[in-house]
């Protein structure tokens, strides 16, 4: 620890408590309360001064979700206003690497060290206190990684055994027993537009005759599509946008009924035509024509009659319009080949993080060793010395992995997902994983045109 931070440090410094807890991860730490409690009685044993204290209750630290009380701390050691920051355990201030990075420039520019109750002083100052800093973060991303993924499985596990979803709604409590008025309500919905009458005059209706919905607001035509398109009235579970198995709760309206209502529900059929600017072609800008670099957009090939994508032919335009691919296949092998690219970026992302913590664990350790056998006498303190320099080199070739904060959706879900999805969100899971994809001449000048998946190049994002 430099001299400055020893002075700041002293006695009467000045301390700024910071406490975080996330409701969402479960089992991983004491309450907001606990760690101030805890904070408190170190800097009071230490002779420190509290100046501010600080506190995001609820509020993850994984996914970069904004903390209002952590930016006001930063803003307090940015005006030199605190000599140290005080938290119960390292994780509490950061689970992302990146957002390390940026603190680890501000304990630089401020000279401002954090002091843990659980592991002592981190000394931003040097490379063995970074160092320390980035493993504790790095360990704390990867188990969140592994929360998620957890989560995910026991989401899609209960989803096919049927279980209920925990949330009361419409119909039901949040056991999943059913409200019989409200449930008289839904069934009298249903028989009504089945029978052709608006929802509009429906809600109407509901309204003047003084029943509530589930939040005691006015009825509207939304409300009563999505309480009728949801396949839980007939008992159905669903997960990701489809019925994944028969539900352990009871039916308000039978399985035949709920598939008419859907099928009336769904969009372009009576009232349910959303209208707007929505995306209506998957591809448009996404192809580039490889002959002019120029974004491809649908058509009706002039020959075949198929929807087509095609180079414009534009007056004047830099468009060459002599590239056309048929648009059906394409759009349908472009789908797929996001399915397996998003199921091996998971696996790479979740193994570049495993394999990091697997090396620099095991380099830890060798550093433990090699202090216990200085301890001991086995080896000199010059042995010792020369040896953690060389794990420590070592360990400074391993950067720490950039995993990006995304959630981790396999290939799988999406393709589950893929045809209840609108095409805008389509589109958004394309862009996600390529840059653009340039087709290339046909190379079957002659005979029956079939698709060639050849022709497609795709550039994949990093």
Same mark, same amino acid.
């Given at each position: 620890?430099?001299?400055?931070?020893?002075?700041?440090?002293?006695?009467?410094?000045? !301390? !700024?408590? +910071?406490?975080?807890?996330?409701?969402?991860?479960?089992?991983?730490?004491?309450?907001?309360?606990? %760690?101030?409690?805890?904070?408190?009685?170190?800097?009071?044993?230490?002779?420190? %001064?509290?100046?501010?204290?600080?506190?995001?209750? $609820?509020?993850?630290?994984?996914?970069?979700? +904004?903390?209002?009380? +952590?930016?006001?701390?930063?803003?307090?050691?940015?005006?030199?206003?605190? $000599?140290?920051?005080?938290?119960?355990?390292?994780?509490?201030?950061?689970?992302?690497?990146?957002?390390?990075?940026?603190?680890? $420039?501000? @304990?630089?520019?401020?000279?401002?060290?954090?002091? &843990?109750?659980?592991?002592?002083?981190?000394?931003?100052?040097?490379?063995?206190?970074?160092?320390?800093?980035?493993?504790?973060?790095?360990? =704390? !991303?990867?188990?969140?990684?592994?929360?998620?993924?957890?989560?995910?499985?026991?989401?899609?596990?209960?989803?096919?055994?049927?279980?209920?979803?925990?949330?009361?709604? +419409?119909?039901?409590? =949040?056991? *999943?027993?059913?409200?019989?008025?409200?449930? @008289?309500?839904?069934?009298?919905?249903?028989?009504?537009?089945?029978?052709?009458?608006?929802?509009?005059?429906?809600?109407?209706?509901?309204?003047?005759?003084?029943?509530?919905?589930?939040?005691?607001?006015?009825?509207?035509?939304?409300?009563?599509?999505?309480?009728?398109?949801?396949?839980?009235?007939?008992?159905?579970?669903?997960?990701?946008?489809?019925?994944?198995?028969?539900?352990?709760?009871? =039916? /308000?309206?039978?399985?035949?009924?709920?598939?008419?209502?859907?099928?009336?529900?769904?969009? *372009?059929?009576?009232?349910?035509?959303?209208? *707007?600017?929505?995306?209506?072609?998957?591809?448009?800008?996404?192809?580039?024509?490889?002959?002019?670099?120029?974004?491809?957009?649908?058509? /009706?090939?002039?020959?075949?009659?198929?929807?087509?994508?095609?180079?414009?032919?534009?007056?004047?335009? @830099? @468009?060459?319009?002599?590239?056309?691919?048929?648009?059906?296949?394409?759009?349908?092998?472009?789908?797929?080949?996001?399915?397996?690219? %998003? $199921?091996?970026?998971?696996?790479?992302?979740?193994?570049?993080?495993?394999?990091?913590?697997?090396?620099?664990? !095991?380099?830890?350790?060798?550093?433990?060793?090699?202090?216990?056998?200085?301890?001991?006498?086995?080896?000199?303190?010059?042995?010792?010395?020369?040896?953690? =320099?060389?794990?420590?080199?070592?360990?400074?070739?391993?950067?720490?992995?950039?995993?990006?904060?995304?959630?981790?959706?396999?290939?799988?879900?999406?393709?589950?997902?893929?045809?209840?999805?609108?095409? &805008?969100?389509?589109?958004?899971?394309?862009?996600? /994983?390529?840059?653009?994809?340039?087709?290339?001449?046909?190379? %079957?000048?002659?005979?029956?045109?079939?698709?060639?998946?050849?022709?497609?190049?795709?550039?994949?994002?990093?």
């Amino acid at each position: 620890m430099t001299n400055m931070h020893k002075h700041r440090e002293g006695e009467n410094a000045r !301390a !700024a408590i +910071y406490t975080r807890i996330s409701k969402d991860l479960a089992l991983e730490g004491l309450g907001v309360a606990r %760690q101030l409690k805890d904070c408190r009685e170190l800097v009071h044993k230490l002779g420190w %001064q509290i100046v501010a204290e600080f506190e995001d209750n $609820d509020i993850s630290a994984a996914g970069g979700k +904004y903390r209002p009380a +952590y930016e006001r701390l930063k803003a307090l050691m940015e005006a030199k206003a605190v $000599d140290v920051v005080v938290v119960y355990a390292a994780d509490r201030l950061h689970r992302n690497p990146r957002e390390l990075e940026d603190w680890i $420039d501000l @304990a630089a520019r401020t000279g401002i060290n954090v002091h &843990s109750v659980t592991s002592g002083t981190i000394d931003l100052s040097s490379p063995d206190g970074v160092t320390l800093a980035r493993v504790v973060t790095a360990f =704390a !991303a990867a188990e969140v990684a592994k929360n998620k993924v957890r989560i995910l499985r026991k989401h899609l596990e209960l989803a096919e055994a049927g279980a209920w979803t925990g949330r009361a709604c +419409y119909g039901y409590t =949040a056991e *999943g027993k059913i409200v019989e008025e409200e449930a @008289a309500v839904i069934r009298e919905m249903a028989a009504r537009v089945l029978h052709g009458e608006g929802y509009n005059d429906i809600a109407r209706d509901l309204t003047a005759r003084g029943i509530p919905t589930a939040r005691g607001a006015k009825w509207r035509a939304a409300s009563i599509q999505n309480i009728l398109k949801a396949p839980r009235i007939a008992g159905l579970r669903v997960h990701h946008g489809k019925i994944s198995a028969k539900g352990q709760w009871d =039916a /308000i309206v039978s399985e035949e009924t709920s598939a008419m209502l859907r099928a009336k529900l769904a969009p *372009g059929r009576f009232e349910g035509k959303k209208r *707007g600017g929505a995306r209506k072609h998957l591809l448009t800008g996404l192809l580039v024509c490889s002959k002019c670099g120029t974004g491809m957009v649908k058509s /009706i090939n002039g020959k075949s009659k198929k929807p087509s994508y095609r180079c414009p032919r534009n007056a004047g335009a @830099a @468009a060459c319009g002599g590239t056309t691919i048929v648009a059906a296949e394409t759009e349908v092998w472009l789908a797929e080949a996001a399915f397996q690219f %998003q $199921d091996a970026r998971v696996v790479d992302e979740e193994e570049t993080t495993g394999e990091w913590l697997e090396k620099i664990g !095991a380099l830890d350790a060798r550093l433990e060793e090699l202090a216990g056998d200085y301890g001991t006498g086995v080896i000199s303190r010059n042995e010792w010395l020369a040896a953690r =320099a060389a794990v420590e080199r070592k360990k400074a070739q391993y950067s720490v992995p950039n995993v990006r904060p995304r959630e981790l959706t396999t290939g799988a879900m999406l393709k589950a997902a893929w045809g209840d999805m609108p095409t &805008s969100a389509r589109r958004a899971v394309l862009d996600d /994983i390529f840059v653009r994809v340039v087709v290339t001449p046909r190379r %079957q000048v002659t005979g029956l045109k079939t698709f060639d998946s050849g022709r497609l190049v795709p550039e994949w994002r990093a």
